[in-house]
């Protein structure tokens, strides 16, 4: 392909995808975190009118707070109609009930899945725990243990393996019999 082709398409698709997240944004404002937000709805009442850059025709202004102290200066019949417009309007809370309930449900499953590998680790451990007291039980009995080789070969443990193999079994029994 031609490299003058391939750049003029990726163009177009960056500003067909630019175009496309605007196109049904009829609003965008600036929120209180300084972000920019483009909406098919009005932006929230907290919502400064200077910070509101875009709006759609005809949309009548709204009675946002002010970002001076001086009076707005409106005709008596916008401010009228704003309310009008603005009592049907429902409230918006900022809070999304369907994501919030979202929201709790991946933490409840996590909780759950948590609460289930730390059981599996606790029954791990007592198992480890019960293996390492057996085999500490076995080598202080004084009879002869018998292991089996790399080769296959089974051997009788000397006094020396003996009491390296106590001191892992106590290690074992230290960290997991709590």
Do not use: H
């Amino acid at each position: 392909m031609d490299l003058k082709l391939v750049s003029r398409t990726l163009i177009l698709a960056v500003a067909g995808g630019s175009f496309a997240l605007t196109a049904f944004a009829q609003w965008q404002w600036i929120d209180k975190d300084g972000r920019k937000v483009y909406s098919d709805r009005s932006p929230p009442a907290d919502i400064l009118e200077k910070n509101i850059l875009k709006r759609p025709r005809g949309a009548q202004v709204t009675a946002a707070p002010v970002a001076s102290d001086a009076p707005a200066a409106a005709p008596a019949g916008t401010a009228s109609a704003a309310a009008k417009g603005n009592a049907g309007a429902p409230k918006l809370s900022g809070k999304d009930a369907q994501l919030e309930a979202k929201k709790k449900q991946a933490e409840d499953e996590e909780a759950t899945k948590k609460k289930a590998e730390d059981e599996k680790v606790a029954k791990a451990k007592a198992d480890n725990c019960e293996l390492a007291k057996k085999g500490q039980a076995s080598m202080k009995s004084g009879v002869r243990i018998l292991t089996t080789n790399a080769k296959g070969e089974r051997e009788v443990l000397d006094d020396s393996a003996k009491a390296a193999e106590t001191k892992r079994l106590q290690a074992v029994i230290d960290s997991d019999c709590k």
